[in-house]
């Protein structure tokens, strides 16, 4: 039973444009997003984060939305670049200490 | 670099036997996490331990152990291993419990089960 889903296993993007990165739960539960980015032989690293009282945060180049209705957040980078090529997690975590991954989005930007 | 440390890098054992996964957490964080990374699947939560207690528990087998030490290290356990234990394991710090914390990963470590 996957409670957090990330369809779309690989990604390949323009450099300049707008990569959207998807990730859908189940688990009503959870009330704080966070997503991670992975480069190889490394371990993830912060990028950005969303409580479920608000639907949009911003950082920099990327931007996170969140749908409480449809269970639905995106990961929003404008404008890409070559080193944001990595695999990108949505990590879903609730108030009863679930912490739950998904399976990763291979994102590669292209020069 | 996080601040998280993770030894061994490399671990290569055989079915049947045992091993320890060590993890130091970056200064000042109370907290660490173990997730498990196969080949075919995301990161899996296994335990949390935050001040030396166990906090939550995930998908962690029975075969596998943890702790967390006075010094706030942690040890992963992995008994009676089996070829599918084969994944990088990793482990992270926050500096609180709560599931708002941001955690900081440390780089991992392979273990291949032969």
């Known amino acids: 039973d996957q409670q957090v889903k990330q369809n779309s296993p690989s990604l390949s993007v323009q450099e300049g444009r707008i990569s959207i990165l998807n990730c859908d739960y189940t688990?009503?539960?959870?009330?704080?997003f966070l997503w991670y980015k992975k480069y190889p032989a490394e371990g993830p690293t912060f990028l950005i984060s969303i409580s479920s009282i608000k639907d949009k945060n911003e950082d920099g180049r990327f931007t996170v939305f969140l749908n409480k209705s449809a269970k639905h957040l995106s990961l929003h980078i404008v404008p890409s670049q070559p080193g944001d090529s990595a695999v990108y997690f949505c990590l879903s975590s609730g108030s009863a200490r679930q912490l739950t991954f998904g399976s990763g989005t291979q994102l590669t930007v292209l020069p | 670099d996080s601040g998280v440390t993770q030894t061994p890098k490399h671990l290569i054992t055989a079915t049947g036997q045992r091993v320890t996964l060590r993890c130091s957490p970056r200064s000042g964080d109370l907290s660490v996490y173990w997730y498990q990374q196969s080949l075919d699947q995301g990161l899996q939560f296994l335990i949390q331990y935050y001040n030396g207690e166990e906090r939550a528990k995930g998908n962690i087998l029975e075969r596998f152990s943890a702790q967390q030490f006075p010094d706030l290290h942690s040890e992963l356990n992995l008994s009676s291993l089996e070829l599918g234990d084969s994944a990088l394991y990793f482990c992270a710090s926050s500096v609180l419990a709560v599931n708002t914390d941001t955690q900081y990963f440390g780089p991992g470590t392979r273990l291949t089960v032969l």
């Open positions: 688990n009503s539960m959870f009330d704080y």
